[in-house]
């Protein structure tokens, strides 16, 4: 344990992969702020690391056994203000965007708002399951301003929607069958029923 500026650290209330998750969430501003003068590249690279928070904070609360559903939760929180982030990143650096792939931005980014009010109506908890497609759709999502920038290949934001909004779909279909397990990998994973 260590004590920094009076915050107890590791063995108190702030766990370093918390940090890290919380800075993902903390470089929204500046790189919207980069994007705001003009500066598209270094905003990019802002992004890029923000991006590897999302595969280092987990990996951090693991490594030193410090996992937490706490920390989970925050993560998907997180993840959720980042992705409405990407939205605005994505207009930013392409003025007309919204006018060429409305529907296809309109799934991507509302899909797993109107999931979660679903989930919530379904179960009374905010699901957030870890499927396959979900990980393949979030990959999609945060790699999609980079890919875009490189390859300026504008199919990959319908691409990216269909794989979202099948993962959500995939996810409301797990609910419906009765599923609550977040570690399932798909929605054909045995759905465990209580017995009352």
Do not use: C
Request: hydrophobic share 55%; aromatic share 12%.
């Amino acid at each position: 344990m260590s004590v920094v500026h009076g915050l107890v650290w590791e063995d108190g209330p702030i766990k370093l992969a918390n940090v890290v998750t919380l800075s993902r969430g903390l470089l929204i501003a500046p790189i919207l702020l980069l994007l705001g003068y003009g500066y598209a590249g270094p905003a990019l690279v802002l992004y890029l690391i923000a991006s590897m928070t999302d595969l280092v904070d987990g990996w951090l609360a693991r490594r030193t056994k410090r996992a937490s559903e706490y920390g989970a939760r925050l993560d998907a929180v997180v993840d959720n203000i980042f992705s409405v982030a990407i939205l605005f990143f994505l207009l930013s650096s392409y003025p007309g965007l919204a006018s060429r792939h409305g529907v296809a931005l309109a799934v991507l980014f509302g899909g797993p708002v109107i999931y979660l009010l679903v989930s919530w109506l379904l179960t009374r908890r905010l699901l957030m399951f870890h499927f396959w497609s979900a990980k393949a759709g979030a990959l999609l999502l945060f790699a999609l301003w980079p890919l875009l920038y490189l390859t300026g290949w504008e199919a990959l934001i319908p691409l990216a929607a269909t794989v979202v909004g099948l993962s959500r779909l995939e996810q409301v279909i797990f609910i419906l069958r009765g599923g609550v397990d977040q570690d399932a990998p798909h929605m054909f994973a045995s759905v465990e029923r209580s017995h009352e």
